[in-house]
Each structure stands twice: as C-alpha cells, then as structure tokens.
C-alpha cells in the first residue's frame, strides 16, 4: 500500500479527482468503482471542475452500494446521491451508471445480476473507497467474510448512527442495504482509499500498522497489489510510520511511503 499524506480534506480531494482524470485519459473505457458518503463529495466536485476536455462517453462506473428499500429517486438513496452529484452535472447517460438497486423483489437475485453486470464490463480498473470508523468498506461490517462477493447486510448501529445525519430522523436509516463484497472490491486492478480527519485516525492505524482481520475489513486491503491511500494530516495523526516514525515528521517531508 502506497499512502500519499496531504494536508487537508481539499488536497486529498483534488489529488482523487487528478488520479480519476489520469485514468479517464489513459483509458477511455475505464470502468471506475465509486464510493458514497462524506469523503468523496469534494472529489467528485474537483471531477466535475476539471473535466471540461475529457471524452466521458465510453466510461462505466459501478457503485459500491445501496440501502434496501429505497428507490433510485428517493433523497436519501446512493442513486440519488450520485446522481446529483456526479452523473447529471457530467451528463453521463444511464447506461453508463450502475448501482445495486436496494428495492429490487429479490435482492439475492439483484446481488447476483450485480456481480455479473461487473464482470461483463470487465471489471472494475480503479476502485473509490472511503473507509468506516470500525474499518468497513462498502457496507462490509466487521467480521465480513474475505471471500464476500455483492450481498446483503444487517448494518452495524455504529454505521446507522454514522450515516443518520443525512436522514430526518434517525429511525429513517434502512437497517439493511446491498453492497459488492470484499472479494468483489479486492479484483479492482486498482484501488484508491480516502482519508480525512480526525474521526478515521484510529481506523487509518489499524490499517496501516495492525495485522490482517476479518474484524477490521480494510484490513484485506493489506493483501492488493495496487492500493493508493490519501489521507490527510489528522487522519494519519496516531499512524506510526516505519522505524516508529511519527506521522508529523513522515509529513513534514511528504515522501509517498510505501508499507507493505
Ligand atoms: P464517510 O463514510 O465518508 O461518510 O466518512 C465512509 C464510510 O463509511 O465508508
């Protein structure tokens, strides 16, 4: 794993969204994993920004998930999320965008037909990921098998109180939702996680400085041959970096470092 320190929310973001623009060029048919949540908003507004030139026609994004029941038009679904603020302002067509549908009949068969849907697009090139307090990515909680594929999930009340400040009230927040699996995240060929403040310094040292565990989940991420991670000063502030480096002088020279 290759982390890159930045100094704050708006660097990290801008950082993203070049890394996205890079691939978009290199690879016009690139299949992108995108991510919901605090983290990414302002990298899909630095995407929007500086896209101006880019030929968006041929790129197929796949979300990383969705809340059961809701609908791809209600406010708080990741389809709207998403739709609101990447695919409409880059007038992406639908064709191009896919998400799990948390209201499908069956959401078995809906997980099945997702995971399929991927592997028909080839897969996934470069994987979006925030990453939870207790160290989930996607909707995969603590103790998520590592051999997961997209499946449904009782959510942790951890992630129901995290995610409630975007619902009325908190009762609002579905108790179960759709995700790709850990597996189905571990075949990206390529994978960028985000890091900001304070609130994922603990998560951000499990990561980088604790053993593989199925009860910290990014923890996989360990095991990827290509994981980018961009965090900034007060996400990195309880990682201790190689030969018990503190995080503070790791940044005061702002080397990318490699752990792994
Ligand atoms: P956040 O969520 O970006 O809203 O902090 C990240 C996550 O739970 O994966």
Redesign the pocket.
Known sequence: MRVIPVNNYQEMSDLAAELFIQEIKNDPEVVLGL?T????EATYRSLIQKSQDLDLSRIHTFNLDEYEGLSPSHPNSYHRYMAERLFEPLQLKASQTHLPRGDAADLENEAERYEQLIQEKGGVDVQL????ENG??GFNEPGTSFTSRTHIVDLKPS?RE??ARYFEKKEDVPNRAITMGIASIMDSRRIILLASGE??KQAMAKLLNEDKTQDFPASILQDHPYVTIIADEPALSAVSFEKGEPAAEYMADQREWELR
């Open positions: 991510a949540g605090g983290t990414p990921l925030g990453i939870g989930h990515i992630t995290a995610n609130r994922k």
